[in-house]
């Protein structure tokens, strides 16, 4: 008797549909992968093989067992640099962010084969992070003239805007009601800047004056302030003292800087050196001035002397960046949300953050210029380094030499900003285009296009992971820095966007619509 066969197996079908039969797997090859850090090229590890479809999460734990942190994981950023015969104008690297079979290998370049030993890059990032803000909880008004800056405290908690009404508001954030009203300038309020302990708010105006909301106004300046900024409370030597109180620097279309002592609301002394209006002052390690005299000037701020005197830009340099501008803004202030219980352990705080900063790199400053271009300067050594700048000023023929001059904008650079760690640089210009820069070296990394107007101002996330711009086109636009793609699209400005910025998971913005909006997570 012949076996019988068992009945074939009934296909399932879903409504009438056959099952659809399981797609093959896909073979990955495997590639040879050589782990560097960003910071100075060095190997992390020696060359491994891997599979190509390795996720970036799993590459990321690999890193940290690589080099013994698997108890404190680091977060790491992964990208891999196109080589210099790949002409790419948007673009000089590429971002890991699925897998290196899909983003390094399938690039449209086709840069990179199997058969390489793949170079990538690791840069740690911050162990927190910032939540992109994708709506808006609050329009406030109250300005009845457009609002011409906004800054919020070192902590978050208060917001100030200055506008062409001739008052400068507080905002409460818990509540997002108006606090205050500070009346007593008789012209635009042109800036507005908190002090580092979030005591004491600086308004300088179109009537020459520096407001203050304690005593009188401090007045000096035969024309409108441009800029203001507070001496770092690291650098304090009375801090002993009471009351306690940093100088304030401010700039003027004057031609002037003045310093001016608070706690005897005196002006100290006056620096004269420029011949046209000064545009921008930063006082980090020392004081540092942007002219429309097309030269930026470096002053020691004990007593106001000159120290160095830059003459390369073509046009006037209308913006100054410093990659300790976050540290000095927030001062003892970080990511905890702890406040120092006295004023000794927040100048201790403070200067820690700063040492930690400048340790590793020197304090370096971008400028911006009508020129179109951008120019990256180390003046200073960083701890480690032995090399003075009179020393490299001797080897030039008595003349500092910058560490990149960066190209690529079409037309005026109207801001630039350091990231709060210092590794990027992003600047924004007349062409509607925002341009991302490697920190330390200005090499370009990437163009990030979407607005359809100039692009006026700048923020930067705390965590150094997002970007937000606000444009003459209405629009506020947050950037992927994974992707260089626009990540949310804020609009609901009626008109220009003057201002913007941006602390712990809040952006500010205000513009030609005499409106406050707040926007959030």
Sequence with gaps: MAALLPPPKRQKVYHGIPEPENPPIEKSPNVIVQFVSEEDGSALAPAVSLPANISRDDLQGLVNNLTCKADEPVPFQFHAVLPADVVNTE????????????????????????????VVHCSPQSV??????????????????PILCASFSPTGNLLATGSGDTNARLWDLFTETPSHTLSGHKGWVLCVEWEALERKLATGGHDSHTGKPIGDALKGHSKWITSLSWEPIHMLTCFLQKPHSPRLASSSKDGTVKVWAISTRRLEYTLGGHSASVNVVRWGGVLYTASSDRTVRIWDASGGRPLHTLKDHAHWVTTLSLNTDFVLRTGPFDHTGKRPSS??????????????????????????SDDHTLFL?????????????????????GKLKPLARLTGHQRQVAHVAFSPDGRWVASAAWDNSVRLWEG??????????????????????????????????????????????????????????????????????????????????
């Design 128 to 145: 927190f992070r910032v939540r992109p803000a994708t709506r808006c909880s609050s329009s406030l008004s109250g300005h009845s003239s």
């Design 343 to 368: 004023d000794q352990e927040a100048q201790s705080r403070a200067s820690a953050r700063y040492n930690d900063l400048v340790s590793s790199t020197s304090e370096l400053m971008i400028t911006g």
């Design 91 to 118: 673009s000089t690297r590429i971002v890991i962010s699925k897998s290196i079979e899909a983003d390094v290998l399938s690039h449209p370049s086709h840069a990179f084969s199997p058969e390489d030993i793949l």
């Design 377 to 397: 300067w180390s003046l200073f050594p960083s701890r480690s380094d032995s090399i003075t700048p009179s020393g490299v000023a001797a080897s030039n023929g």
């Design 440 to 521: 330390r070296t200005g090499k370009f990394v990437a163009t990030l296009r979407g607005h359809v107007g100039a692009v006026y101002r700048l923020a930067w996330s705390a965590d150094s992971r997002l970007l937000v711009s606000a444009s003459k086109d209405t629009t506020l636009k947050i950037w992927d820095l994974k992707t260089y793609k626009i990540k949310t699209d804020l609009p609901g400005h009626t008109d220009e966007v003057y201002c913007v910025d941006f602390v712990a998971d809040k952006i500010v913005s205000g513009g030609r619509d005499r409106t406050v909006k707040i926007w959030k997570n």
